[in-house]
C-alpha cells in the first residue's frame, strides 16, 4: 500500500472506517496495492457495475424498447373505435422523457432522480418527459381512430409487482415515475411542475431563507392526486431549485397523461381521465399479443441506458434489470432476475462466496469483496460489450457523480473510469456513512490500464444532523476521488 492511499485512509474522520482496497493491472490480474481484499463490503451503487455487466451479457447493448399500442374491439369508418385501447409496458425507463434528436439518452452530471437526496444540486433532462407518451398520442390518431368509447388501459404485467427500496419497479415509466417540483427564490418563492397533468394538483408554500442557508424543501401526499410542498429555499439557490415527489402509482399516472395526449391529438375518449387503471378488465397476456397495433414507440439502444445508469447511478434503472432479464427467459419475478445476475458472475468465474447481491439497486444486503469487484471488471473487459459498459461509467474530473471530485485540470482527469457508491444509515445505534466505494478502471500514468475498488465502511456523522451525513458522503466522495488520483500516478504504490 502506498504512504500516500494510507495517508488518506488515516485522515480524519476516515480512519474511523473500515477500508478494503484492491489495485490490480488488467492484463494480468497482478495485484499491486491491497487491503482487506477478502473481506466482504456494503458495495453502495458499485452493485450497479454487477447488474449492468449481467444485463448487457443477458440483452446485449443494441437491445431495444419497444412499447406497444393495440386496440380491441372494431373500428368504424368514421374512427370510431368500439373496444379498448391498451399500452403494454415494456421496461423502457425512460419512454423519450430523455430521448435527444440525436437518439441518445439526455444524461445529466446529477440527475432529477437524487434532487431530494442531495437538495440543490439536481437538474432536470431538457426534454419533454412525455415524449414518448405523445409520439404514441399522435401514431393512435394518424391510424385513424377518433373516438375511444371503450377504456385506456395500461398492461404492467410483464413481470410481477415488486418494489425496491419502497419505489414501485414497474414496467411502464414516465419521467422516471417522479413529479418535478420546480423552485424559484422569491417572496414567496415560485413552484411550477412537470409534467403537466390533472393526475396531481400541487399545494406550495415556500419561503425563501438567506443567502447561505440550507434547503428544507419536503414533498408529501396527504391524499390521493395531492401534493404538498413545504419549506425553505436560499435566496442563492440556482432556479429551478429541483425537488420530486415519487408517483405512487405508476399505471394509473400513465394511463392518465396517455389519456391526456390522445385527446391533445384529437383523439375522444370516453372514459375519465383520473382513477385508477382498470387493469382487471385486461384480456390474457397472449391474447393481448394478437391484438391489433395501433402505435409502437421504438427506443434507443440499451447502451443509452447503461450510460443514464451508470453515470448518475439511476436506482430505478438498475432495479429494471433484474425483472428484464428474468423476462428475457421465460421468467417472471425480480428474483429470478436475481438469480440469472448471480449465475453469469459465477460463469465469470468469481467466487460465489466473495458477494452477497440481492438486488441491482446497492442497497444494504448488497456486499462485495474488493477481490470480487476487481475480477468482475477484468471479465468484463474481455467481453463483447466492453466499450459499452467502459463508456458507461463516469469519467473523473469530467462528468456524471465523478465530475466534480477533482479538478479539471488534475492529471489524472479523464483517465479513470469508475462507478460510486454511497449509502448513509445507522452504525452502532448513530448516524454513519455506512458505505463509500469507488470502482472501475484506471489508464495509470505508466501505461498500465488497471482496475480497483476501494470500500470505506462505517464511518460516523459527527452528528445526528442528515444534512451533515450529506455532506460528509460528498467529501468522501472527494477522499476516494484523491485516491484514485493517487493510484493513476503511482499504481505499484512504490514508497
Sequence with gaps: MSAELQKLMDASPWA?????????????????QSKNTESKFMTGSTAKTFAVGAALDDLGSDHRFRTPIVHSGSIS?????????????????????????????????FDHYDANAVPGMATIPREDPLAGINDLARQVAASGIRQVDGNVIIDNRLWDPVSIGGTPVTPTVVNDNLIDLLITPGNPAKVDSRPKTAAFTVDANVTTTPVGTKPTVKTESNAPGHIRVRGSVPADATAPFVATFQVPDPAAFARTVL???????????SAPALGSNPGSDLPSSEEVKALPVSATYTSPPFR????????VSHNLGANLLPPLMAVHHGKHTYADGMRIERNFLAGAGI?????????????????????????????LSHSRDFSTFYDSMPSLGVDG????????TDPAAGHIRAKTGTLVGAFKGKLALTTKALAGYVDAKNGHRLVFAIYVNNVPVPSNSVSDAI??????NKQLGSMAASIYQNPEGRN
Excluded: C
Excluded at 20 to 26: N, P, S
Excluded at 259 to 269: P, S
Design 259 to 269: 389519456i391526456e395526449a390522445l385527446e391533445r391529438n384529437g383523439v375522444t375518449v
Design 471 to 476: 455532506d460528509l458522503a460528498l467529501k468522501a
Design 77 to 109: 369508418e368514421a374512427g370510431r373505435l368500439t373496444g379498448n385501447l391498451i399500452m403494454v409496458g415494456s421496461g423502457d425507463l425512460t419512454l423519450g422523457g430523455r430521448t435527444t434528436a440525436a437518439g441518445q439518452l439526455d444524461v445529466p452530471d
Design 401 to 408: 457523480s465523478l465530475a466534480d471530485v477533482v479538478a479539471h
Design 351 to 379: 467466487d460465489p462466496n466473495s458477494f452477497t447481491l440481492v438486488d441491482a439497486q446497492g442497497l444494504t444486503g448488497d456486499k462485495a469483496t474488493p477481490a470480487a469487484q476487481t475480477e468482475l471488471l477484468r471479465h
Design 304 to 311: 443509452e441506458y447503461a450510460k443514464l445508469i451508470n453515470k
Design 16 to 32: 474511523t472506517g473500515d477500508w478494503g482496497v484492491q489495485v490490480a493491472d488488467l492484463k494480468t490480474g497482478k495485484v499491486l
